[in-house]
C-alpha cells in the first residue's frame, strides 16, 4: 500500500504542476475521467501499460511516479544492501539521482510560467 501512496501522491503532483485536468488526461489516456479520479484517490491501481499512458500523456518517464522524495537515495539502497548486488545498487542509484535532477528541472521551468 505504500507504493500505492506514493504513485497516487506524485501522479496527482505532476497532474497538477504540467497544468493537465483530470478530464483532459482522461482523454490522453484514452479512459474515463471516473478512472483517473479512482486512481487518484487510491481506489483503483492502474496496470502497466496505464501508467505508460499516464506517462506519457504527462510527458515524464514511468518511474517519475514511483520515486519517494522523503526517502534519500542513500536510506533506500542501505534498506535493499542485502538484497541487492552492487551493479544493480549503483544503477539504482544513478537512476534516482537522474530523476531528481529531472523533477527538479521540471519544477524550475514550471516556476517560470
Known amino acids: 500500500m505504500i507504493l500505492q501512496k506514493i504513485f497516487t501522491h506524485n501522479l496527482k503532483k505532476i ?3 504540467t497544468g493537465i ?6 482523454e ?3 479512459t474515463s475521467v471516473g ?5 487518484e484517490i487510491g481506489k483503483k491501481f492502474p496496470s502497466l501499460e496505464m501508467i505508460e499512458k499516464i506517462a ?3 510527458k515524464v518517464r514511468p518511474t517519475l511516479f514511483f520515486f519517494d522524495e522523503n526517502i534519500q537515495p542513500r536510506q533506500f ?5 542485502k538484497e541487492l548486488p552492487a551493479e544493480t545498487k549503483l544503477d539504482l542509484l544513478q537512476q534516482l539521482a537522474a530523476i531528481k535532477h529531472s523533477s527538479i528541472n ?3 521551468t514550471l516556476r517560470k510560467y
Do not use: V
Not at 21 to 26: F, I, N, T, Y
Not at 77 to 81: D, P, S, T, V
Open 35 to 39: 478512472y483517473i479520479s479512482e486512481i
Open 21 to 26: 485536468s483530470q478530464m483532459r488526461l482522461s
Open 56 to 58: 506519457a500523456a504527462l
Open 106 to 108: 521540471i519544477y524550475q
Open 77 to 81: 539502497l542501505a534498506a535493499y544492501r
Open 15 to 17: 497532474r497538477r504542476e
Open 28 to 30: 490522453l489516456c484514452d
